[in-house]
T-cell receptor
């Protein structure tokens, strides 16, 4: 079975540009999570969806960040405009339900903003 | 205050030996879950093991076991018979069932384990 798929795996962009990260969760998983990992702050939950509906976006750092889930098999995280401090690895994860909460992570997107 | 503490930034273990990675947590919620994830140098996050606060027995998954001491609020990961492929960052995480999910699922800072041949 395919795991969580993320694209691109690496993204290098210039400050001020729009960046879109993509995620395909595991089929049948009702929950989707976006995380950011940096050396300074570790792993932080940005936002999560349940059945395509954003439930909690309190971790989204600022209005420059937005996330959507138009259907059960696709989600995007957009940064507009991007800044150097947004450089990080962004993970998408999905889980079947919020029970034992085993989250399966994608390979991550390494974002570098110059 | 840190909800998850991993006091060992780095650990070394000889191949084939057992190693314990420490994790202590802070919560007033009686219902919670504890998780361990492995992050090898390739970067992906791999789920290892889960322990619920009401589980009577310590969780085990192959060579991984969780030494759950509820009164001490500790959930140490034990890896038996270490292998070179176990070299990675290990993260302890906690999910508190009460309240807002987004605020109540947190990861610790991680422990880097190096297995020596």
């Amino acid at each position: 079975d395919a795991g969580v798929i993320q694209s691109p795996r690496h993204e290098v962009t210039e400050m001020g540009q729009e960046v879109t990260l993509r995620c395909k969760p595991i089929s049948g998983h009702d929950y989707l999570f976006w995380y950011r990992q940096t050396m300074m702050r570790g792993l932080e939950l940005l936002i999560y969806f349940n059945n395509n509906v954003p439930i909690d976006d309190s971790g989204m750092p600022e209005d420059r960040f937005s996330a959507k889930m138009p259907n059960a098999s696709f989600s995007t995280l957009k940064i507009q405009p991007s800044e150097p401090r947004d450089s990080a690895v962004y993970f998408c994860a999905s889980s079947l339900f919020v029970g034992t909460d085993t989250q399966y992570f994608g390979p991550g997107t390494r974002l570098t903003v110059l | 205050a840190q909800k998850i503490t991993q006091t060992q930034p780095g650990m070394f273990v000889q191949e084939k030996e057992a190693v314990t990675l420490d994790c202590t947590y802070d919560t007033s919620d009686p219902s919670y879950g504890l998780f361990w994830y492995k992050q090898p140098s390739s970067g992906e996050m791999i789920f290892l093991i889960y322990q619920g606060s009401y589980d009577q027995q310590n969780a085990t998954e192959g060579r991984y076991s969780l030494n759950f001491q509820k009164a001490r609020k500790s959930a140490n990961l034990v890896i038996s018979a270490s292998q070179l492929g176990d070299s990675a960052m290990y993260f302890c995480a906690m999910r508190e069932w009460g309240g807002n999910y987004g605020q109540n699922f947190v990861f610790g800072p991680g422990t880097r384990l190096s297995v020596l041949p």
